[in-house]
């Protein structure tokens, strides 16, 4: 019974996930996840109290997993410049599929109960990133001039960017945006391997 009660459960998370990355969050119901998971609300009620608690549950649960992933890159025997490759990859794979819809359900939108949490995991983030870049200054391989605390406070303005509705227009979808921001970051404007753009 527990294989069949944990199924049921990956079923609920992996249907949610889908539709919330299509459709958004707010307009996906617990009516509509059961019918695509194949399950009935008895069953999603036996492991979440509504819909925020699944909510909160995913992004838990894909935050914990990216930070994994993350410290995987950043604990691997490789030089600093592969790590940041592999980070972009990381990132880049995390936004595939996501719609406007929920991006800004999830950026824009969220309420009180959601910012709290996002703002959470994004702080034990940027602390986990602060730390890394500190290290990689340290090993030469970040500008000794740059100070450790502005490529923090820049990763934080970027987060309030992203919400700019002006900014969006300009992007055929949030992946672009937020690729970026993330490469604009790394890289800056000028040609990465220091010559001329053709």
């Known amino acids: 019974m527990k294989n069949i009660d944990n199924q049921k459960f990956q079923q609920i998370i992996t249907t949610a996930k889908d539709l919330f990355w299509k459709f958004g969050i707010k307009r996906v119901t617990i009516e509509e996840i059961c019918l695509e998971a194949s399950v009935s609300k008895m069953t999603f009620y036996k492991h979440f109290k ?16 990216t930070m994994m992933q993350y410290r995987e890159i950043m604990n691997s025997d490789i030089p600093f410049t592969e790590k940041v490759i592999k980070t972009l990859d990381l990132k880049m794979e995390q936004t595939t599929d996501m719609s406007n819809e929920f991006f800004n359900d999830y950026v824009r939108y969220a309420d009180s109960e959601m910012i709290d949490l996002l703002q959470q995991k994004r702080n034990e983030m940027m602390d986990s990133i602060l730390n890394d870049y500190i290290e990689a200054q340290k090993m030469g391989d970040i500008r000794k001039d740059i100070k450790p605390e502005f490529i923090l406070y820049f990763l934080n303005q970027s987060v309030e960017m992203i ?35 053709k």
């Open 50 to 65: 509504n819909k925020m608690e699944l909510i909160k549950y995913l992004i838990n649960h894909i935050t914990d997993k």
């Open 163 to 197: 919400k700019d509705e002006q900014l969006e227009k300009m992007y055929d979808n949030p992946q672009d945006m937020i690729m970026e921001f993330t490469n604009f970051f790394f890289y800056g404007v000028l040609p990465r391997d220091g010559k001329k753009a």
